[in-house]
């Protein structure tokens, strides 16, 4: 046929691949789950996973996180306090009794021992105010990190 392309430019082709490889081998690796909604702080939550290499996937329920689990390596798990409390309970308990035992990270709005309390009753590792969250993130994220210091070490 006159009008259609005969196919598909083969750099076009392996670039495709290659990106699909690329994604293969992120999520292959240990990442981060994230359990928020809220659309803007996501985002922060997600660029700071990309900064430091760490693949994080944001999901807004505990069935999102168990599938996640399900599907490989997690390191940490962060719980939104200000979701609903039976998604947030939902998700903690789903994080905290999976097999692979990630860390549950649970973060709230403002100092609010209830909800502390709440998070770390259901099986949070730790809960802290977003405020703290934000400021340890890196850290938090830093343990899911491929171990390019292990690498570098090793060399010198």
Do not use: W
């Not at 200000?82 to 789903?94: M, Q, S, T, Y």
């Amino acid at each position: 046929m006159a009008g259609e392309p005969k196919s598909l430019d083969r750099p076009v082709l392996r670039h495709y691949y290659s990106l699909v490889r690329y994604e293969e081998e992120q999520f292959a690796m240990p990442c981060a789950v994230a359990v928020i909604r809220d659309l803007m702080f996501a985002t922060r939550v997600n660029g700071a996973g990309k900064d430091l290499g760490v693949p994080v996937q944001i999901v807004s329920t505990s069935e999102g996180v168990a599938e996640k689990l399900d599907a490989g390596p997690v390191g940490v798990v962060l719980v939104d306090m200000n979701l609903p409390p039976d998604d947030v309970r939902g998700a903690i308990e789903v994080a905290a009794r999976h097999a692979s035992r990630p860390k549950v990270v649970a973060f709230y709005s403002h100092v609010d021992t209830a909800l502390r309390d709440a998070a770390l009753g259901a099986g949070a590792t730790e809960a802290m105010p977003r405020s703290r969250f934000v400021v340890e993130l890196p850290r938090l994220l830093r343990a899911c990190a491929p171990a390019e210091s292990d690498s570098n070490a090793a060399r010198s």
